[in-house]
Every structure is written in C-alpha cells, then in structure tokens.
C-alpha cells in the first residue's frame, strides 16, 4: 500500500516543480566508454526515457552531468545541463543544481532509474503537496530485496532509511525498499542538501542523508509505492538485460490493449516510439528499430526487421524482409521474402514479393518489381535515384542503373540491365544477344572432367 494523505489545498496545486535528473555518472560497471545514461533501452538512451516521463509532470528539468558528457548534454536539449566536476555523491550532484530550484518544489531523479512512468511521478508530487507532508520519497517491494536499503516506517511516516549492511536481521525482513527518488519544498531541500556530511567510508554525500535529517527536525515523510519494474536501478548489463525485458513487456501489453495483434509477443521486440495501429498483426520474431510507425491493417509478417520506416493500411511486409530508414510502403503494398527496401517510397498496391533490393527509389502505385531486381543506386561516392511510374512491370533479375527513370505502363524485360531512360508504354531490353554453340556444352563437360581425374 502508499502511505497517502488527501488534504491539498489550491495554492499548492499551483506550485511550480522541478525535476533534477541526475547523470554523471560514468557507467563504470557497464564496463563501456559511454556514461552510463547514454545506455539504450527499448532503441533510447535511459535518460531520453527519464526525460520524456518527467517533462509530462514538471514545470521545469536541469540534468546533471559530468565533465567530458557532451554527447548528454545533446540528448538533454533544450533543458538546461550543469556539470559536477568532482564526483562526491548524489546529494553534491543534486546541489549542483540548486540555481535552478526556483521556488516550488524539487524531486531529484536518476538516469539510471529510466522506466519510472508520469503516473508515479505524478503520484509523488502530488504527495509531496499534501499539506502535512514535508518530503515524499518512492519505494518499492521487490520480489527479492537483496540489498536494497529498506525504508522503516510508523503510522505511515517514513522514520528512516537503514542500509542493508546496518541494518538488523529485524529490518532486513522489511520487504519495503528505497528508490532513492526524493521530492520536497524547494527552500527546504536546498537546506537539507548543505547540511548533508560525508561522514562514510566513501567520503561521499548521500542524497539518502536527507531523509535523516528531515526527521531530526520533525516533519514528515512519506513513502509513495511503484512496481519494481518502474523503480529498478541499472548499474550494470545484467541489470540493463533485466529493464529490457521488463520494458519490452509493458510495451507489448500497451500494444495489444490498443487492438494489435501480436501472435506471439515473447519474440517480438519494440521501440519506446513504435507507432502500432489498431487492426496491425504482426507474426513472430519481428525487430521494430527507431522511428517506425505501421497503420490499421498492416501484417508484418515472421523474421522482419524495421527501422526508421512507415508502413501503410492494409500493407504486407515479410517474412524475412528489411525495411531500412525512408521506407515507405503504401496502402496494400506487398513487400516479400528477402526484399530490402531503403529510402524508397513504393506506392499503393505496388508488390516487390521476393528477393530484390529497392535502394534510393519512388516505384509507382500497382507495378510489380519481379524476384532479384536491383536498384544501383551508389556510384562509389555519391547516391542516385531510380523513378518508376505506376502500373510497370519489371521482369525478374533485372539491373537499373541510377539515375534511370521508368516511364508508366513500361515493362522491363527479365535479365535486362537498364542504363537509359524508358518512355511510358515502352518495353525495354537491356541483355546481350543469346549465342548457342552447338556441341560445345558436351565438350567442355568432358574436358573438365577429364582433368579433374587426372589431377
């Protein structure tokens, strides 16, 4: 249960907030050379996800990064960044920020605590802004609370938060857990902040300290609860397989709720930003990448992959097909087994159903692209553009060579490599002459063999 109260009155309903989102750190048991916020989920770096759920519940954002971060502080923009450049705990990091506190209230976020939703941010603050509550805090009950620092609470306030290398066998039993997340008055948290002290092994000062110190001087604390999927942290790849798979979860729900069809959600694999419409199947071990969106009545059928693309009503994609950054597949399109398509936008009802390449292209709406054809779109230093109008037939293992346009109600003809323009209503040719030796086939068979047995 959260320990809640339900008094507000209306002035605090119109406090201004501030989120400070804490990212300096460096990641190092990610054993990688990116910070640790930078660290992707669901195709999105872990404070882009932090961001994202903050920005729907706080007036204002300020990340806290470290020295050398460019790359965070670009994934932070518009919001202001300021840097700790001494790495002395979570309660220095968030003081580094304290000229952007204003005058409402703060809570203090971590990037590597990403999944956490607007509602439970939404549910902190609102906490936070019952009239006899002085500091709110998130906590969680995890299904093993290992050694998690465990929140000790009476009456429903919050009396203190105790390590679980202090903490007695009594307390250890507590299965209530600390998140770490804090949310108070700004005037109030500034002050607690810089009577932190780093009276610990590490010589840090702990943004768990505040807690103390707001009961010493006797306010109250109140611990709001959230899954443990939304409060986990990730400090390591283990750790950040584990969010994965429990962000993959959540999206796959959300998606199914919203009327898509996923035959077997355990393969399939999502972006934070993949757009499914209502009406979309999509069949067994599918990959959606970054930016895809797929509309009503689309099937993405086995084994495809999807990045960057939009697939239109009632279109076809699969299996085994590749849909790369500017696809865009029109309405009853069908792309087929093996087929890449890449910066290419094939109109409605076009089909391209096996094993062909459509690079740097606009195919027409209703032409049909025959298996093995190739759009050669790249010279070796610059890329070119392949048009081909509506209703044209290309026949298979055709070449077309950019830049080359195909004029509507054209037909190309199978084996043809295609250099020059095709005028509508053409067919075109584009092979060398057929020559037939006759004999010739059987006599080179049996030299070829003959050597073989000879050695």
């Known amino acids: 249960m959260a320990y809640r109260s339900q ?10 907030a501030t989120a400070v989102l804490l990212a300096a750190g460096l990641g190092t048991r990610m054993k990688s050379s990116r910070p640790k916020a930078m660290q992707r989920l669901a195709g999105r770096p872990m404070l882009a996800h932090l961001i994202a759920n903050a920005a729907d519940v706080f007036d204002r954002l300020v990340v806290v990064i470290g020295p050398g971060m460019e790359d965070v502080a670009e994934l932070a923009a518009p919001y202001p960044v300021v840097i700790q450049h001494d790495r002395l705990g ?73 390590e679980w290398a202090d903490a007695s066998p009594e307390e250890r039993a507590i299965d209530l ?5 804090l949310c108070a008055d700004a005037e109030t948290f500034r002050k607690w902040l810089k009577n932190v002290k780093n009276e610990n092994s590490k010589g840090e000062f702990y943004l768990t300290d505040v807690v103390d110190l ?12 959230a899954a443990e999927d939304e409060l986990r942290g990730i400090n390591s790849r283990v750790e950040l397989a584990e969010a994965e798979a429990a962000l993959q979860q959540r999206l796959r729900k959300k998606a199914m709720e919203n009327g898509v069809t996923l035959v077997a959600p355990e393969t399939v694999f999502l972006c934070a930003d993949t757009v499914l419409e209502a009406d979309v199947l999509v069949e067994p071990h599918v990959v959606f990448g970054p930016d895809v969106i797929v ?34 597949i029109g309405v009853g399109a069908h792309i087929g087994n093996f087929v890449e398509v890449k910066n290419t936008t094939v109109g409605d009802g076009a089909k391209a159903n096996h094993l062909t390449y459509l690079g740097d292209a606009s195919i027409g709406a209703r032409t049909n692209v025959g298996a093995g054809t190739i759009t050669c779109n790249y010279d070796g230093f610059f890329k070119h553009r392949t048009t081909i109008g509506d209703n044209v037939f290309v026949g298979s293992n055709a070449i077309l060579v950019a830049p080359v346009s195909v004029g509507t109600n054209a037909m190309i003809a199978a084996g043809s490599t295609i250099t020059k323009d095709v005028p509508p209503d053409a067919l075109a040719f584009g092979r060398t002459p057929q020559v037939n030796k006759p004999e010739l086939g059987k006599h080179f068979k049996e030299t070829l063999k003959a050597r073989k047995e000879n050695g």
């Open 90 to 162: 979570t309660a220095h990091a968030a003081l580094q920020a304290e000229a952007y506190f204003g005058d409402g209230d703060v809570a203090v976020l971590y990037a590597d605590n990403p999944l956490i939703s607007a509602e439970t941010l939404n549910s902190l603050l609102t906490e936070r802004r019952q009239d006899n509550v002085g500091l709110a805090l998130l906590a969680m009950r995890p299904e093993e609370p290992g050694k998690y620092g465990r929140v000790v609470a009476q009456d429903g306030n919050v009396q203190r938060i105790v």
């Open 295 to 328: 509309r009503s009545g689309a099937e993405i059928r086995s084994f495809s992959h999807l990045e960057g693309c939009e697939v239109f009503n009632n279109a076809f994609v699969g299996p085994y097909a590749r849909l790369r950054p500017g696809a865009e």
């Open 177 to 181: 857990c600390n998140a770490g997340v």
């Open 214 to 225: 707001a009961v010493a001087e006797g306010v109250n604390v109140r611990a709001v609860e």
């Open 7 to 16: 008094t507000m009155t209306a002035s605090s309903l119109s406090r201004p």
